[in-house]
């Protein structure tokens, strides 16, 4: 038996979809406008999940030009059958629902083959039946909708070998409750003699809950389980620690158990700023219905599970990134696409070179940000860099960046005016900036480091003679999921900007550190 911790992926990674293959699990997550999309993680027993790699890692298979933080990616779904893996998704920017299919799940990864407008809705999945047959199962807005998230549950057979829909859509569901809101995220199963679909309701919020439906025919008619929710937070207050549990996942593990994975948020204070995350959770099968944790009801935050080795969560460490490899490790994210006009590692051995072009992260374009998310309610980021600002210094800066959307951040940076250096703390919110703090650094900049420490930061700069504060105990509320709102949880990383011009300036970072724990 080894100890699970939940969450078992910390951090902005919603919206989980499971697979198994032989002895070992694969999970998926939604990225929205950040790129690479969809990271691809590994387990052999549920509880330390490796990435080994991101589905979407060309800009050919994810456009996302343009596309607010909170749109581009949703909801992907992961399936593997007859030595293929298929991953089906929605780009809600740019196409619609697409499919991508690899022979390993590091890749490489197809182009994406396009659905069209037969695959209305969002949130699809990929179910195989007993006879290789595979069906489209996804979520989409009635013709007749009285309201905002009047919507229904419909399969499609489809053919894999022209990615095209075969025969009628059958509308199998449209939410349990009476007025259902956002029925959505569906998962088609087959055990026993029953099909069942297990789908989200209520909204990603507060209100989430997580459904069951099962029939004898794969076309229906369906019936819910009599105990849905089978699992909810939202009857346990708003101060509960952990809220918004829904869209899950099941999967089983060869041995006859049988698990959910899910997104549930973690706020302090009122207050979420590491977004969605993902959850495990036990299941038990009574009387042909899936229960969650039966005897509690409720998310734990540790539960034992069968395994033959003991296990460390992946996110419980620090991490130090250098660049002598030349390669970007593929945790670390950045927004939209066309990363080679935003950064390389290629310019000077050893360091990662962020551009100063136009793009600003309060733009929806392409800016020269290269981050990871936060995954710890304490804990310290630490950069080293060298800044050239061009010839005439212009609107260049270089620094770090924390990060909810492009409206509600926090930048420290370094830049030049009138001749002299300098160092800012600016936080926007909803779109407008307030300079919290600007000093003189009395020299060239060399580093900077930001603290979080629960629901307020601190930000310090070195000039070579060790750090010095910039400003202390930032409220970094704004940044939050209810002040901001959105689907995203928060990221930090390294920032450099000409702020509305192509400056031909540069910043060179050595390294990037994120560890855990402040104080």
């Given at each position: 038996?080894?100890r699970?911790?939940?969450?078992?992926?910390?951090?902005?990674?919603?919206?989980?979809s499971?697979?198994?293959?032989?002895?070992?699990?694969?999970?998926?997550?939604?990225?929205?406008?950040?790129?690479?999309?969809v990271?691809?993680?590994?387990?052999?027993?549920?509880?330390?999940?490796?990435?080994?790699?991101?589905?979407?890692?060309?800009?050919?298979?994810?456009?996302?030009?343009?596309?607010?933080?909170?749109?581009?990616?949703?909801?992907?779904?992961?399936?593997?059958?007859?030595?293929?893996?298929?991953?089906?998704?929605?780009?809600?920017?740019?196409?619609?629902?697409?499919?991508?299919?690899?022979?390993?799940?590091?890749?490489?990864?197809?182009?994406?083959?396009?659905?069209?407008?037969?695959?209305?809705g969002?949130?699809?999945?990929?179910?195989?039946?007993?006879?290789?047959?595979?069906?489209?199962?996804?979520?989409?807005?009635?013709?007749?909708?009285?309201?905002?998230?009047?919507?229904?549950?419909w399969?499609?057979?489809?053919?894999?070998?022209?990615?095209?829909?075969?025969?009628?859509?059958?509308?199998?569901?449209?939410?349990?409750?009476?007025?259902?809101?956002?029925?959505?995220?569906?998962?088609?199963?087959?055990?026993?003699?029953?099909?069942?679909?297990?789908?989200?309701?209520?909204?990603?919020?507060?209100?989430?809950?997580v459904?069951?439906?099962r029939?004898?025919?794969?076309f229906?008619?369906?019936?819910?389980?009599?105990?849905?929710?089978?699992?909810?937070?939202?009857?346990?207050g708003?101060?509960?620690?952990?809220?918004?549990?829904?869209?899950?996942?099941?999967?089983?593990?060869?041995?006859?158990?049988?698990?959910?994975?899910?997104?549930?948020?973690r706020?302090?204070?009122g207050?979420?700023?590491?977004?969605?995350?993902?959850?495990?959770?036990?299941?038990?099968?009574?009387?042909?219905?899936?229960?969650?944790?039966?005897?509690?009801?409720?998310?734990?935050?540790?539960?034992?599970?069968?395994?033959?080795k003991?296990?460390v969560?992946?996110?419980?460490?620090?991490?130090?990134?250098?660049?002598?490899?030349?390669?970007?490790?593929?945790?670390?994210?950045?927004?939209?696409?066309?990363?080679?006009?935003?950064m390389?590692?290629?310019?000077?051995?050893?360091?990662?070179?962020?551009?100063?072009?136009?793009?600003?992260?309060?733009d929806?374009?392409e800016?020269?940000?290269?981050?990871?998310?936060?995954?710890?309610?304490?804990?310290?980021?630490?950069?080293?860099?060298?800044?050239?600002?061009?010839?005439?210094?212009?609107?260049?800066?270089?620094?770090?960046?924390?990060?909810?959307?492009?409206?509600?951040?926090?930048?420290?940076?370094?830049f030049?005016?009138?001749?002299?250096?300098?160092?800012?703390?600016?936080?926007?919110?909803?779109?407008?900036?307030?300079?919290?703090?600007?000093?003189?650094?009395?020299?060239?900049?060399?580093?900077?480091?930001?603290?979080?420490?629960?629901?307020?930061?601190?930000?310090?700069?070195?000039?070579?003679?060790?750090?010095?504060?910039?400003?202390?105990?930032?409220?970094?509320?704004?940044?939050?999921?209810?002040?901001?709102?959105g689907?995203?949880?928060?990221?930090?990383?390294?920032?450099?900007?000409?702020?509305?011009?192509d400056?031909?300036?540069y910043?060179?970072?050595?390294?990037?550190?994120?560890?855990?724990?402040?104080?």
């Amino acid at each position: 038996m080894i100890r699970a911790n939940n969450p078992i992926m910390a951090g902005f990674y919603p919206d989980p979809s499971v697979c198994r293959v032989e002895n070992k699990f694969y999970m998926v997550h939604s990225t929205f406008a950040y790129f690479p999309g969809v990271p691809v993680f590994e387990s052999e027993d549920l509880v330390e999940w490796k990435q080994v790699g991101n589905v979407l890692d060309r800009d050919s298979q994810v456009p996302l030009d343009g596309c607010r933080q909170s749109q581009g990616i949703f909801a992907p779904s992961i399936r593997f059958h007859d030595g293929t893996f298929y991953m089906i998704t929605t780009n809600v920017s740019k196409g619609g629902n697409f499919i991508v299919t690899a022979k390993s799940p590091e890749g490489p990864w197809s182009e994406p083959y396009f659905l069209g407008p037969d695959a209305a809705g969002i949130d699809p999945s990929l179910f195989f039946d007993t006879d290789g047959a595979c069906y489209y199962i996804g979520q989409r807005e009635k013709k007749d909708a009285k309201y905002y998230g009047d919507c229904e549950v419909w399969i499609r057979r489809l053919d894999l070998d022209t990615m095209k829909f075969v025969g009628n859509a059958a509308v199998v569901l449209d939410g349990f409750q009476k007025n259902a809101v956002w029925p959505e995220g569906p998962h088609l199963y087959k055990k026993d003699d029953y099909y069942y679909i297990i789908h989200a309701e209520s909204g990603t919020a507060f209100h989430h809950s997580v459904m069951a439906a099962r029939s004898r025919s794969l076309f229906g008619p369906y019936e819910y389980c009599p105990s849905n929710p089978i699992i909810t937070h939202r009857h346990l207050g708003r101060e509960f620690p952990v809220t918004c549990v829904g869209h899950a996942d099941l999967v089983d593990d060869g041995r006859g158990n049988w698990y959910m994975v899910m997104l549930a948020c973690r706020p302090q204070d009122g207050y979420t700023l590491m977004g969605r995350e993902t959850f495990l959770a036990k299941i038990v099968w009574e009387d042909g219905w899936p229960v969650v944790n039966p005897g509690i009801g409720h998310l734990e935050d540790t539960f034992e599970i069968p395994a033959d080795k003991e296990a460390v969560c992946s996110y419980d460490k620090d991490r130090i990134y250098t660049f002598e490899d030349a390669v970007i490790p593929p945790e670390l994210l950045s927004l939209r696409n066309h990363r080679e006009r935003e950064m390389s590692l290629t310019d000077r051995s050893g360091y990662l070179r962020l551009y100063m072009r136009a793009d600003s992260i309060k733009d929806n374009g392409e800016p020269a940000y290269l981050c990871i998310r936060q995954q710890h309610r304490d804990y310290e980021v630490e950069t080293k860099f060298e800044a050239q600002f061009g010839a005439d210094g212009g609107e260049g800066c270089a620094g770090i960046v924390l990060m909810q959307s492009n409206e509600d951040h926090v930048r420290a940076e370094y830049f030049q005016e009138d001749g002299r250096e300098k160092v800012r703390a600016v936080r926007c919110v909803k779109g407008t900036d307030e300079q919290l703090s600007l000093k003189d650094s009395g020299g060239p900049v060399t580093g900077m480091k930001l603290a979080v420490h629960g629901l307020t930061a601190d930000l310090w700069y070195d000039c070579g003679g060790g750090w010095q504060m910039l400003l202390s105990d930032i409220d970094i509320r704004p940044l939050s999921t209810e002040s901001a709102g959105g689907f995203l949880g928060c990221t930090v990383g390294m920032y450099a900007s000409g702020n509305g011009r192509d400056t031909g300036g540069y910043a060179d970072f050595s390294f990037f550190a994120y560890r855990r724990g402040t104080r």
